[in-house]
């Protein structure tokens, strides 16, 4: 649940012991019990306003006390991550190139529609380069292609505040050989789910 609706629930339940608090000091019980009567109608009429997939607990009197459960977001969670399966998550470079392989088009495109239908989603961008050039360089070269998948992205329509870039450099190879395929392996973007 959000911070936003645990703030309306705060506010709402607030505002009904407020309520109830100032008509139990009457002296005429019925204006008291119709008070609270109405600051109950009024809370779960606000309730209900603010969230209708939401189930709700009844305590005694019919007081609301409770959020139970949400269980469809979690169902849903999964469905739309099963968009993804299959979908490539390690994007390849050319030697000393931060330009997107034609390749690597589809599946990126695959992981923009998944972020556009999921915002709050969030994902991070490895970036990382072979052993060759100075250790400056070659993060300096894993942070450009972080980047050049995050504009792919940004331009296919994923929100920016949904991707954080980073760069590892040549510190985290996956081969560790010194030949062109372990070189190839290494010169990469991996893409990572945030949960």
């Known amino acids: 649940m959000s911070v936003n609706k645990l703030g309306k629930f705060a506010v709402i339940g607030l505002s009904a012991a407020w309520i109830a608090g100032c008509s139990s000091t009457s002296t005429d019980t019925d204006t008291a019990g119709t008070a609270v009567e ?3 109608t009024a809370v779960e009429q606000a309730a209900d306003a603010v969230d209708t997939d ?5 305590d005694q009197g019919d007081a ?48 923009a529609q998944y ?10 961008l490895e970036g990382h380069a072979d052993e ?11 942070e450009r292609r972080a980047k050049a998948v995050s504009r792919y992205l940004t331009i296919q329509g ?8 980073v760069s590892f450099g040549e510190e985290v190879p996956v081969a560790f050989a010194h030949d062109m395929a372990s070189w190839q392996q290494n010169r990469r973007v991996e893409v990572r789910y945030e949960k």
């Open 132 to 142: 060759r050039g100075t250790r400056e360089y070659n993060m300096a070269l894993g």
């Open 54 to 58: 939401q189930s709700y607990g009844a």
């Open 64 to 111: 609301l006390s409770s959020v139970i459960v949400d269980d469809q977001s979690e169902a849903d969670d999964q469905n739309s991550m099963s968009m993804l399966e299959g979908v490539q998550t390690v994007f390849y470079f050319d030697f000393d190139k931060s330009v997107i392989r034609t390749d690597a088009r589809e599946a990126l495109a695959k992981h």
């Open 38 to 40: 109405d600051a109950s």
């Open 115 to 124: 972020l556009i239908a999921n915002p709050e989603a969030r994902i991070v």
């Open 158 to 165: 994923v929100a920016a505040s949904q991707i954080e870039t």
